[in-house]
């Protein structure tokens, strides 16, 4: 009996373990609402600590932003929205397993336009 209530208590575990969520943005208005929804629902599962691999974290790390320099900060904008629109984020393997995080088309054009708008006025701030 002791053996299959810790069996059942370990199983419970393992499945509470591997369920998977989005984490909270990193912050309030770091982003604007339609571009952190994006980055929350499609990019937060491997690029912020509560979910993310070191080799995504290294990437970039959503809750690091606000404390990452000016220029890494621009840096990154355009890296973003390099990989969004050559379609290499989210990854296929990603995808595999989580086919409702594809991008569609608009959301692409969405990102990809506000990485460049905010890097131009990141920019002009520096």
């Given at each position: 009996?002791?053996?299959?209530?810790?069996?059942?208590?370990?199983?419970?575990?393992?499945?509470?373990?591997?369920?998977?969520?989005?984490?909270?943005?990193?912050?309030?208005?770091?982003?604007?609402?339609?571009?952190?929804?994006?980055?929350?629902?499609?990019?937060?599962?491997?690029?912020?600590?509560?979910?993310?691999?070191?080799?995504?974290?290294?990437?970039?790390?959503?809750?690091?932003?606000?404390?990452?320099?000016?220029?890494k900060q621009i840096g990154l904008l355009g890296d973003i929205g390099k990989v969004v629109e050559e379609g290499k984020m989210p990854p296929g393997k990603y995808l595999e397993k989580k086919p409702d995080r594809k991008l569609s088309e608009a959301q692409k054009k969405l990102l990809a336009d506000w990485t460049k708008e905010e890097a131009d006025k990141l920019m002009q701030a520096d």
């Open positions: 009996m002791k053996k299959q209530l810790v069996l059942l208590l370990a199983i419970g575990i393992l499945f509470i373990s591997f369920q998977s969520f989005n984490p909270e943005p990193p912050s309030e208005g770091v982003f604007p609402d339609e571009i952190s929804a994006i980055l929350k629902s499609s990019c937060y599962d491997c690029h912020t600590a509560a979910t993310g691999s070191e080799k995504s974290l290294k990437a970039l790390d959503f809750e690091q932003w606000d404390q990452y320099r000016l220029t």
